[in-house]
């Protein structure tokens, strides 16, 4: 009763806070998109490379699933063309432009860099919150990329990307939200139409094209713009520390360690498989304290003989492999549920025709 209690006077005064942040969201959104502006009428103005470019990006904060998705364009592109992926490498405790190498760290370049460089073993990987710099800097390599990916970079209009790609979640697509703070978004909707192509991404499997077909009313894309649809999969066999199935955690205490946006998905995918775990959950791209590693690893050590493993994300994994041992994470993939020959054909087709006119 008490925790009852609590949720409801906590939801509350999240709510109030909300409301009050209200005009600070219209002031929000009417800075951004005075900004938006200036970009469009070329007041201010943005730098177009001859290295094709392809942004993924959204329009509000949280995961969408930008890391799965540059990941599918990795494995897509990876075998006809030399690669860069270029990210600010949020959180990061470093500044500046740096190229990925063995002495990099999630701490140096951000999870998600370091999470593509220790899968991607052919590909550049660098970081820079000046993009513009970053690219210049790509450029001039003597073995320079075919193509940079921008992860992440939907705003950052200083580079005008070649082709970009926009994501927004099943469960929050941006015309249902509002600005910051009140809501989660970094800019108005009508920021949408920048996009070449618009993912609906964290899609229920099952989900038909009657659903899609509402979905896609309320976008309202632009009739260049085609839309996609995708799920997230999850691999059944867990790496790290040794490789272990999930069908052999059933009926054993494990615990789950996530400092994701959105772990929702991740926990409806363990429930479904009959595992029985603990959920430790902390903020998305979350810097682990020493303190906070010793309760991890006290809380696996408390949990009966009848122990399965410690689990966690592959994001969270390269952030705390070094700290803890007996560790093991669960990839994911973005799948299409359908139309993927076509996704595939327009971002082939745009990497071709660029390559040739370099």
């Keep these: 009763m008490y925790k009852i209690c609590y949720l409801f006077v906590f939801s509350l005064l999240v709510n109030l806070l909300r409301k ?61 063309y030399k690669i860069a992926i270029l990210s600010r490498g949020y959180k990061r405790k470093s500044k500046g432009f740096i190229i990925a190498d063995k002495t990099s760290s999630a701490e140096s370049i951000g999870d998600e860099p ?89 899609c229920p499997s099952n989900l038909n094209e009657v659903e899609q077909n509402k979905i896609i009313a309320k976008l309202k894309p632009l009739s260049h713009q085609s839309v996609f649809f995708t799920t997230i999969s999850y691999d059944n066999e867990l790496k790290g520390d040794s490789k272990i199935d999930l069908e052999d955690l059933k009926n054993k205490k494990n615990i789950l ?9 991740l926990i409806d995918f363990l429930n479904d498989k009959g595992l029985i775990f603990k959920h430790l959950k902390y903020s998305d791209h979350h810097n682990f304290t020493l303190k906070e590693i010793k309760e991890i690893k006290n809380a696996y050590q408390a949990i009966s003989t009848n122990k399965g493993t410690l689990l966690t994300t592959e994001k969270d994994y390269v952030r705390i492999f070094t700290k803890i041992k ?32 370099r």
């Design 114 to 202: 370091f999470q593509y460089y220790k899968k991607f073993k052919d590909i550049i990987v660098c970081v820079d919150s000046n993009r513009t710099n970053a690219i210049q800097q790509l450029e001039a390599l003597k073995d320079a990329p075919e193509i940079i990916l921008l992860d992440d970079a939907f705003q950052h209009r200083k580079v005008k990307a070649g082709f970009t790609i926009l994501l927004t979640s099943y469960n929050n697509i941006y015309v249902d939200d509002i600005m910051l703070p009140t809501g989660n978004l970094r800019e108005y909707p009508s920021g949408a139409k920048r996009a070449n192509l618009i993912i609906v991404t964290k």
């Design 257 to 265: 360690v996530t400092g994701i946006a959105n772990p929702q998905p």
């Design 326 to 357: 007996k560790l093991h994470y669960i990839s994911i993939k973005t799948s299409f549920i359908n139309h993927e020959n076509d996704f595939k054909t327009s971002i082939t087709s745009y990497v071709e025709q660029s390559t040739r006119n």
């Design 20 to 80: 009050i942040a209200y005009p600070f969201s219209i002031l929000y959104g009417i800075i951004t998109s005075i900004r938006n502006f200036l970009y469009d009428v070329e007041i201010l103005k943005a730098t177009k490379f001859k290295t094709p470019t392809i942004v993924v990006g959204n329009l509000s904060v949280g995961g969408t699933g930008k890391t799965p998705q540059i990941e599918y364009l990795i494995r897509l592109l990876q075998n006809d």
